[in-house]
């Protein structure tokens, strides 16, 4: 079998670290700046970063359209942090003008887990990701993060955050070939998020 090729949106943002995870994970990984580039991947991968920059990015780049197309299409898709923002159908707390490409059926306020705290890391749980009751914990990096805040009825959760003031909020979902998180797992050396995108990938190119 030939190995899956997934690309990381690298307009803005942690491109390197999603690149060096999914590489870890027996993925090829590639680089996505045009739409040349995007028409060759399996999957992709929306950084996490500054959503408004990356959506002006997307529309200067001519990145945009093409992008919603592919999505439309059932290109999976995971995105972090910003690119989780960018996944969501509704956004709140955005700039006047800000887009997203969509496709999840979803709520999604920006700066919410980060409005008193910049950063901080809280356990999940997060059975659908391999982190149940009875594995090892997952802990989650939060850096200025959103939450999401309502969900459609296609819509999986796949992750909450377990202990502390933020018990219970959403910070992770999925909805058929697209993932996303509110946390940073490109920062931490547990692949359990970006080998459950691999998987996503792989099914859906059998398919
Ligand atoms: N607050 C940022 C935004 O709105 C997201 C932060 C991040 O990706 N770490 O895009």
Redesign the pocket.
């Known amino acids: 079998m030939t190995s899956l090729r997934i690309g990381v949106l690298a307009l803005q ?2 491109v390197r670290e999603h690149a060096a995870a999914l590489t870890a994970c027996g993925a090829e990984v590639s680089l996505v700046r045009r739409p040349g580039e995007l028409a060759t991947v399996d999957g992709l991968v929306l ?8 959506d002006k990015l997307l529309r200067r780049f001519e990145l945009m359209e093409p992008l919603r197309q592919r999505i439309a299409d059932g290109l999976p898709a995971y995105g ?7 996944l969501a159908d509704r956004i709140a ?2 700039t006047h003008d800000q887009q997203t490409i969509g496709g999840l059926d979803v709520l999604v306020r ?2 919410a887990f ?1 409005r008193q705290i910049d950063s901080f890391e809280e356990r999940l749980d997060a059975p659908a990701l391999g982190a149940g009751p009875d594995d090892p914990p997952m802990t989650a990096v ?5 939450w999401v805040e309502e969900v459609g009825p296609a819509v999986e959760i796949l992750a909450t955050v377990s202990t502390g003031p933020k018990a219970g909020r959403i910070a992770a979902v999925r909805q058929g070939a697209l993932m996303a998180t509110a946390f ?1 797992p490109e920062i931490s050396s547990d692949h359990r998020v970006h080998q459950s995108f691999v998987s996503m990938v792989g099914s859906a190119a059998a398919a």
């Open positions: 943002g942690d950084p996490g970063g500054e959503s408004t920059t990356i972090s942090c910003a690119g989780m923002i960018l707390d955005g920006r700066n980060g939060f850096i200025r993060a959103p940073h």
